[in-house]
């Protein structure tokens, strides 16, 4: 049982001063007052901590005690995270709710993980092995889908493995492993510690390479995001944000998701979980809830365990990526993190900067975003961590604080418009202010999958939209009737590619998911249209004709071709030259 | 009881505003209740704001118009600020502080609630659905309310928010019994109050409703603890009572100026506007109050309405509340000015729980792809509008021509309906079909050609 470390001061919401008489350090992990509340020092000035407390701090006094391990908020990493719900710092929802009720108490001490459930072990090392930190003893298959890997913890030093235990069932908390370094032995469990705050070390970065196939056809094919990459997607309330990053989480090749419900609402923490509990991946036919751990700390629940969430997020998954996996992690809303980092740094008293957010928030974005990436890992493996984080800009303007130093971090940008969601253009990202650098690093492998027109489409496609852009504001000037039929046809096949191409129901059965070879053959009947239309409008052919055409509603029907029918896409792609050509006659 | 429940004190230090600080006590807890007893016998209650070694600071309820800081009685009771609610509430007017104002006895408590509320765990939550039919077609069709969904009205002064809450609450049909309103009017006109009462009369709900007043000359406090006292009632009738709840909460913009007032006075630092920076989770700590719970037969459905200062939606109000609740009904002075009632502007509008509780076999199987068309062929009329507005009408094409006048009726006889006037959704759906078949139907992109073949109607 910790030990009193101090007693209370003070007490301001979810801050608390408390005057220690032991060494206390930043960071440490505190139990404060009756009830054991769960608490970390942030702040230290002279013999007084100031603790931000993780849960409601209503009845704390003065003079109530402060108890401490002395040691940082940590989480337990090991077999039982994936498929589960925990809140912001670590505590398990479910258990929660099936031994406290419906509401969720205070004072509640649960572990993060079942230490009783057994779990079946499988070594991959053997016994007078070298083996060093960040290796992998065995594994475990946690869910049909993920086998989680045994590794030995970063902090353990380089040794022999002394002792491994054989296949079979094992509890956690049992020693599975022991390792002899100088002298000393150090056991391995199929689960550590790990404190929350800290980065997982890694041994170097590398270059992204491969995209995050998300299924949307406007990620995917104009604004991509590579695997290791950081995507931010500002939009004001009810753009779209929460919808991206469900699909994203649902339908991204990623092996592992990790999805963090910072301060939004519990209905949505309802929705995916009653979803991935019946929803199937594509491309593995299991249940997307065997690749995904969720964290929820919603608007409603305390405000500092939401600041810690985004950290609990980001840490769960370097745990996966140092097993050589490719993780996703949403975060729906950092601006909600942002947010509450203000509110505790005013009940600190602190100095605030812009719009009352503290100083240190570009520097606490940096060091979040650097934590993504692509990495070779301690034990060799390659795994990487791709950050989707929405933005929830105040009044829905993007040159507020998070929005503009959030920018600085992320390399893809997908802006949400306010009026394509108004007009019910889903999903609403805007091709005119999103962007992508990932475009040059990840072309390589739209060459490698497709016939290799990929990066050319994507040019001409955008070109047209920025000419339609112009052509638009004409029209508003002088009317449509005194463009020539030349750049007509620009406004008619941006207006195809918008309804026929971006627009994406995340409701409907089969256009939800599109995958890349989909998505390629649409693209390329889309430019197909444009390119041959070009053509026939010289030779006299009217926009109308083409309107009309059975190619043209022929493009507008493709997002209902399912995965399977995709050979017959194919074919009408095929013959889209030929039809048109027949207009002439 | 404890030791320090009993302690008294009879010296305040400082009063400033609603707050006032008192010294040389020990063992007070921070948010709980404070007794204060004046020489005349008056009691107020006021709440610890904060508390430290020998000091507290304390809100006071009624406010602290008249009071000394000599010769009053401080007492501190050892616990946060409860609620006893009962089922003999329902039919009964409360202020806001749940103390009766119709003059009628206290009912007898059946339970002692926190009327801070303790968050619902996530996993405890069931997703709302079973659509609420309110009759009017904007909303049944294009922003569908869901039992247990938060769905403001992002209002203006003097626009018909009050009449379109009330027709709702006469409209709705909602199936099954234990059906109840709790009302909450937070700095609300007498007016407004009389006018809700009536209404309520005229329904023949009155019995169903409990009411919770502090009208505009109530301290600001006062303001923000009515919708606490109110949705405490709410989710004992919900979660213990069975019942189906709809809650209005009215206006949350008199709410969000009374914790900006009192966000002043103690010298916190503002974020935007001069609200505080925990406005958002304030907020949220009212409206996740709404919502149903695993294997509970109740739910709580919330309408808050709130005026928009200066029609302004990017306004914090407006703003921090969209991004809590499950969409918006936004209000328009325009389509007001014209005659057209309810005022509804349907573009910025969103139910975001419309789209798991809509289509084939919950509603109607062409609900989705209809309200989708709707909504994308009315925005292009806008587009379309703001065109011809500078190039004149005869400059545009033949088809733009089709969309205004579809946008024409599409206000005047979608939008447009009168205050007595419910509509079945069939009926909603049905005219829908009506107004977007002026429309050629190869324009008609988000609906499937099964369902223009069955339901379009082609011109003789
Ligand atoms: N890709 C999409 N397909 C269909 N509907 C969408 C899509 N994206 C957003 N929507 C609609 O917009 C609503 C609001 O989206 P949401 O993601 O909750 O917004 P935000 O998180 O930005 O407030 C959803 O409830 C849904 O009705
Ligand atoms: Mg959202």
Redesign the interface.
Known sequence: MAEKIGTIIRVNGPVVQIRCNEDIRILDMVEVGQFHLVGEVVRLKGDVAYVQVYEDTTSLKAQDPVYSDKIPLSLELGPGLIGNIFDGIQRPLEKIKAQEGDFISRGIHISALDKEKKWHFKPLRKIGEKIGPGDIIGEVQETTLVKHKILVPPYIPAGILFSVKEEGDYDIEQTMAEIESNGNIHSVRMYHRWPVRKNRPYNQKIDVNTPLITGQRVIDTLFPVAKGGCVAVPGGFGTGKTVVQHQLAKWSDADIVVFVGCGERGNEMTDVLANFTKLVDPRTGKLLLERTVFIANTSNMPVAAREASIYTGITIAEYFRDMGYQVALMADSTSRWAEALRELSGRMEEIPLEEGFPGYLPSRLAEFYERAGRVINLNGSTGSITVIASVSPQGGDFSEPVTSHTKRFIRCFWALDRDLAYSRHYPAISWIDSYSEYVDDIKLWWDAHTDGNWIGYRNEILDLLQKEQRLQQIVKLIGPDVLPNTQKIILETCLLFKNAFLQQSAFDEIDTFCSARKQFLMFKAIITFHRKAEELIKQGIDIDELRESDVYRGIVRMKSYSEETLSELEKFVDSMEQQMEKLLK | MNMYNLRQYTVLDEIAGQLFVIRNI???????IVEITEENGKIRTGITL?????YAIVQVLGGTTGLALKNCRVRFK???LKFGVSQQMLGRIFDGLGNPLDGLPEPIAEEKMNV?G???????????ENIIETGISTIDVMNTLIRGQKLPFFSGSGLPHDMIAAQIVRQARVEGEGFCIVFAGMGVKYDTARFFIRSFEETGVLDNVIMFLSLADSPSLTRLMTPRFALTAAEFLA?EKDMHVLVLLTDMSNYCEALRELSTMRG?????KGYP??L??DL??IY??A?R??N?KGSITQIPILTMPNDDI???IP??T???T???IVLDRELHSRGIYPPISV??S?S??M??NIGSGKTREDH?SLA?QL??SY??TRDIK??AS??GEE???SLDRLYLKFGEIFETKFVNQSYNERRTLNQSLELGWDIISNLPE?EL?RISQQQIKQRYRHKK
């Open positions: 020990h063992n007070v807890g921070y948010n709980e904060e508390v430290g070694e020998g050892g616990e946060p801070n303790i968050a619902i765990n996530p996993s405890a939550r069931d997703y709302p979660f916190e630092i503002p974020a935007r920076g925990y958002y989770s949220a700590s996740e109050r919502g719970i695993k509970k990017t306004h914090p703003d921090l969209g991004y809590i499950e969409g918006q573009l910025p969103l975001r729980l789209k798991d989705p989708s909504f994308a925005a292009r703001a065109i500078i190039i400059e545009i094409s190869e992109i």
